[in-house]
């Protein structure tokens, strides 16, 4: 790439010494991708949307696929068409990003957080079950780090007291559990194309889902509740349009889908070398002394997001610390959302709500994990680790 504008930054070699905790490794495909749009007609929602949205309904094995902006959106728009608003309750998990609880305020609903499976971080069905009253009306599960949660529990609970399923899988659209894929159980399931996530386009997201009707009410939703879309629109004679109801600006562009395009055959190679680089972290990590090391249900294919281990609390920052100093890329997903300072201040939740959750928060570290892992680069995150563990 050669990039006239002196204010695009070009993607700059791994430095020597230093492991990134993400690399994006899209490139001439989807330049190519690109270029193509940049040469059509159609810049935003188009034929790329549509036949992104074909390929990925395809690949997941349900009817309805729906691009949108983000998954914040895509989780936003589903509780929407799912009629959730003022005076309903939503379970979600602590977790997560933000997202999943902050798409329940917007809809005037209440976020109400169930605690997680003390080993994996997915939301507890037992958790969820507890926290049922006459106002719940959804309940949005996180296939956290890309390891599907238990949906034949949650879907059973969400049939017997009428609740809508809404499936954050913003952790991946590879992910499968004994057989089901997202959006076989739930009403939708969200995912996302945000810059580090299994698929990019930057930013992005799209709702999965079996039912052809949420599909049509989230088509409008997502283009300000306007009865045909741009492309729909577009035809050789103006059309007058109308507008049914209030939507929003959540739309997919062209630009966006093209490059995702370009990485659909690809999904499944890049998810196995995630896979591997997973096997290898648990492998050279089995015996470094102080870790916890991240658990898998049997019957899950994981999309293999990301790798977390869990290091006691007390030490957990200061080991951040000594893995940034050495040079390695580290996160944290996730801090508890209930105990966020505005969810405190909105809701008064505190410490000793989520107990699970509140530890998975304060042990957890990310490691790098994505596909341009270099076993090299790999061998300095374990000995890094290695020595700030020890170091005592
Ligand atoms: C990234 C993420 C989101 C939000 O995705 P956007 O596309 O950035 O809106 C939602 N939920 C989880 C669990 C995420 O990791």
């Not at 993607?11 to 059509?40: K, N, Q, W, Y």
């Not at 499976?117 to 997915?122: A, I, M, Q």
């Not at 959804?138 to 949906?151: K, S, T």
């Not at 062209?254 to 055959?265: F, G, M, N, T, Y």
């Amino acid at each position: 790439m050669t990039p006239a504008d002196p204010d695009a930054t070009p993607l700059p070699p791994p430095e020597p010494g230093r492991v990134e905790f993400f690399r994006h490794d899209l490139g001439e495909a989807e330049v190519a991708a690109l270029t193509g749009v940049i040469g059509s007609l159609f810049l935003t929602t188009g034929p790329q949307v549509r036949a992104l949205e074909a390929e990925l309904a395809g690949y997941l094995g349900v009817a309805e696929a729906v691009g949108v902006s983000s998954c914040t959106a895509a989780l936003h728009l589903s509780l929407a068409a799912l009629d959730v608003g003022p005076g309903d309750e939503v379970i979600v998990p602590p977790t997560t990003f933000v997202s999943t609880a902050n798409v329940v305020v917007y809809l005037g609903a209440t976020p109400v957080f169930a605690d997680v499976e003390p080993d994996t971080g997915l939301l507890d069905p037992v958790a969820v079950a507890a926290a049922i009253t006459p106002r719940t009306r959804a309940v949005v599960p996180v296939h956290l780090y890309g390891q599907m949660a238990d949906m034949a529990a949650l879907a059973d609970l969400a049939a017997r007291h009428g609740l809508a399923l809404v499936e954050d899988g913003a952790h991946g659209i590879e992910a499968r559990r004994e057989g089901l894929a997202p959006a076989h159980l739930g009403d939708t399931a969200c995912f996302s194309f945000y810059a580090t996530k299994t698929l990019t386009s930057g930013e992005g997201g799209l709702i999965a889902t079996r039912d052809p009707d949420l599909a049509a009410r989230l088509r409008r939703l997502r283009l300000h509740g306007i009865d045909r879309d741009a492309a729909t629109r577009h035809g050789l004679a103006y059309r007058h349009w109308d507008m049914v109801e209030l939507g929003f600006k959540a739309n997919l562009s062209d630009l966006q889908a093209a490059i995702l395009r370009a990485q659909v055959p690809g999904i499944e190679a890049r998810r196995a070398a995630r896979q591997a680089l997973h096997e290898r972290y648990d492998a050279r990590l089995a015996d470094v002394p102080g870790l916890r090391l991240p658990t898998l249900r049997p019957g899950v294919t994981s999309a293999h997001h990301l790798y977390t281990v869990r290091v006691d609390a007390a030490r957990r920052d200061a080991i951040l610390d000594g893995l940034q100093a050495r040079g390695i890329g580290v996160a944290v997903n996730f801090r508890p959302v209930h105990l966020l300072t505005y969810y405190r201040e909105r809701f008064g939740f505190a410490s000793g709500l989520c107990p699970h959750a509140e530890a998975l928060g304060a042990q957890t570290i990310s490691l790098p994990l994505y596909p341009s892992l270099t076993h090299a680069q790999q061998a300095r995150v374990v000995t890094a680790l290695a020595e700030v563990l020890d170091r005592g």
